[in-house]
């Protein structure tokens, strides 16, 4: 495994486990092996880069995911498809090691402003359209990722899990 390589694991492992401004870089080129002090830099060429290179290689596999579902999803989605399309591609990440620290990173990052890929700005606008409250999703996205985590931390299984999490967003979403 090449250092870049090593570089994405270490962090991945050390900012799901101790947070994303928990870990220092001298921590960071501990755990990957690397003696070059400046090797995060020259790859990444920050350590905001290279959190978002983790962000990145995951959100490309997750919104490539969401893109075929939501071209599959039909023109009339209900609220509860369009929050299902936002939340299992995103759940499916608790299959590997690398997706689960991915998802106890995100809640860390999420905020009003942060850059959103493709087809989950395009479910997004979809979602708006329909709710009473659009002000909702946001508080609805930090709860779910949230959920999210902490499942990642527990590892169990996740087919109820996952279903779960949908209806209690939706219910979040349309609730009174």
């Known amino acids: 495994m090449d250092t870049r390589a090593r570089l994405l694991q270490a962090a991945e492992r050390l900012f799901a486990e101790h ?3 928990g870990v220092t870089v001298r921590q960071l080129n501990a755990a990957a092996g ?3 002090t400046s090797a995060l830099h020259y790859h990444f060429g920050s350590r905001d880069g290279l959190v978002r ?3 990145e290689r995951h959100q ?3 919104d490539a995911d969401r893109a075929s579902r939501l071209d599959a999803l039909g023109d009339d989605p ?3 498809d369009l929050v299902a399309l936002v939340l299992e591609p995103l759940a499916a990440e608790l299959g590997s090691p690398s997706g689960r ?7 860390q990052l999420l905020e009003p402003g942060t850059a959103v890929p493709p087809a989950l700005g395009r479910t997004m606008a979809m979602l ?3 709710l009473p409250r659009p002000d909702r999703i946001l508080p609805m996205l930090l709860a779910t990722t949230t959920l999210l ?6 590892r169990g299984p996740h087919d109820d899990f996952v279903q779960d999490l949908v209806s209690m967003a939706t219910g979040m979403l349309l609730a009174d």
């Open 19 to 21: 947070g994303v401004h």
């Open 128 to 130: 708006e359209e329909r």
């Open 78 to 80: 209900s609220v509860r």
């Open 53 to 55: 290179a983790i962000v």
């Open 149 to 154: 985590a902490d499942r990642a931390r527990r």
């Open 101 to 107: 620290d991915y998802l106890r990173i995100v809640p």
């Open 60 to 62: 490309a596999v997750v």
């Open 34 to 36: 690397v003696r070059n």
